[in-house]
């Protein structure tokens, strides 16, 4: 059986953008006779807040988005994620964020700095001098990761080359999202994994993880990012795109239908309820490239127009 998820964070209202991504992760499943979950990506505790949590349940009902079971809470599973982190090669890493950041250092096409492997073979008397609490970071191989992504094709990434040794457990002890994420996904069975394709670099890494602790790998889909006319990734602190604001202004279906025409899955944006899409729903559909959200204004006039 195909067991996909949606797993947003309780940081704030979804917008638009993890609309997008949640309608085709469940569409995907639905088209399959699959099971959908629903995992709350609460690792974040200064960011998490219950009241967003009982608004993500709510606002994806009020889409049509059924989910058949509701994962464990992720800031409940510590000691799962311990378990894992025990089997893994790790050390500690006391480099601090702005060395991290260092402009002489090596940074990958996204900006992020590409870990140079600074505290990587520090002994234990060179690791007594250390005073800030450490992160713990996980030695990775130097050799390819392959993939095929459901959306964007065969990829391959070194992580030696492409991130260095990547952090698993926080300076403050929270283990970290490639870590959780990989624990979750083999728990809860799942088999495909539908997110935004700005976590498409976190990808070989997860499956490196995977492979480590003897775990089923899922197939993965890439999905387009909704972007402002202006270029930038939709955020939730964009309010007027927020659901708090769409709920009052839209009905369910008349988002669901602007989504579905964004998606190229229908030809216009007419007003239609989540469950009619799915005999219509197919991966070949769904483009690559970033699909560029109009403003609140815009949609009322095409609403208006349906």
Known sequence: MTVGRFAPSPSGRMHLG??????????????????????????????????????????????????????????????????????????????????????????????????????????????????????????????????????????????????????????????????AVVCDDADGGVTEVVRGCDLLRSTARQIWLYQMLGLPVPHFYHVPLLVAPDGKRLSKREKSLDMAHLRERFRPEQLVGLLAFLAKLTDTPAPVEAAELIDVFSWEKIGKDPITADSLLSFGKRFDSV
Not at 74 to 89: G, I, N, V
Not at 109 to 138: F, H, M, Q
Request: net charge negative; with cysteine.
């Open 18 to 179: 993890n609309l997008f991504t949640a309608l085709l992760a469940w569409l995907s499943v639905r088209s399959q006779n699959g099971k959908m979950l629903l995992r709350i990506e609460d690792l974040d505790p200064d960011r998490s807040k219950e009241e967003y949590i009982d608004a993500l349940r709510d606002d994806l009902l009020w889409l049509g988005l059924t989910y058949d079971e509701e994962m464990p809470l992720q800031s409940t599973r510590a000691e799962r994620y311990k378990k894992a982190f025990d089997q893994l090669p790790t050390y500690p890493c006391y480099c601090s964020r702005s060395e991290l950041h260092d402009a002489s250092a090596p940074h990958a096409s996204d900006g992020a700095p590409i870990y140079a492997g600074t505290c990587r073979n520090l002994t234990e008397a060179e690791r007594k001098t250390k005073t800030r609490p450490p992160a713990w970071r996980v030695r990775v191989p130097d050799t390819a990761i392959a993939f095929t992504d459901g959306v964007f094709g065969d990829q391959q990434e070194n992580l030696a080359e492409a991130c260095g040794d990547f952090i698993v457990r926080r300076s403050d002890g929270v283990y970290a999202y490639q870590l």
